[in-house]
């Protein structure tokens, strides 16, 4: 009777246990698959956050480089008004970009150094310290690819299937002839 009793103990407890174990095991994934999500968020927050304060420095500083006759393919705006809006822009590309430094991985993170010191080289075209018109257009160019290959990095980083390089490259090379082109010949006869 005692080994009935021993053995009826010792199946409770093994079940017990086995049931302890499984649900510790169940919530502990849980908990994981819950905080990945959490950083996979921020960390997708702090890339669009700093990739919209990149573009709008270069957009500024575009602008601003027309006022200064290096471009003539956008809206100038004046240095008096433009300068203090990319100051304030610049401030908040080194706010986002620390969370990117935080939160980015290596890959990402290096992609983001070379665009920062691109969107610098901009930066002093707008503030008149570079002039050359030539070294403009390469720099701009620059400028568009180095966003590029922020943008793939990030994606990759986020586990976000590839972008099709193709696509972002006909996005960023057009003209109105490109587009204006192709119309033109279904017009004509």
């Known amino acids: 009777m005692l080994g009935q009793v021993l053995g009826t103990l010792a199946g409770v407890a093994v079940g017990g246990a086995l049931a302890f174990i499984a649900t510790y095991a169940n919530e502990r994934a849980k908990w994981s698959r819950s905080h990945a999500v959490r950083w996979d968020e921020r960390r997708l927050s702090a890339y669009v956050e700093y990739s919209n304060c990149i573009t709008r420095m270069h957009a500024l500083a575009h602008r601003i480089a027309a006022s200064r006759d290096l471009t003539t393919d956008v809206e100038p705006l004046s240095v008096d008004h433009g300068l203090p809006l ?5 401030a908040e590309r080194s706010l986002r970009w ?22 610098w080289v901009l930066e002093w075209f707008a503030r008149g310290k570079l002039t050359d018109r030539d070294d403009w257009e390469l720099a701009r160019a620059q400028a568009h690819r180095l966003r590029r290959e922020f943008v793939v990095e990030a994606r990759r980083d986020m586990g976000v299937s590839p972008s099709d390089s193709a696509a972002l490259t006909q996005a960023t090379n057009w003209t109105p002839e490109s587009i204006l082109g192709p119309l033109r010949s279904r017009t004509t006869p």
């Open 86 to 90: 990319l100051i304030e822009a610049e």
């Open 98 to 119: 620390q969370a990117v430094l935080l939160l980015g991985d290596s890959r990402a993170t290096d992609a983001g150094h070379q665009l920062n010191q691109c969107t």
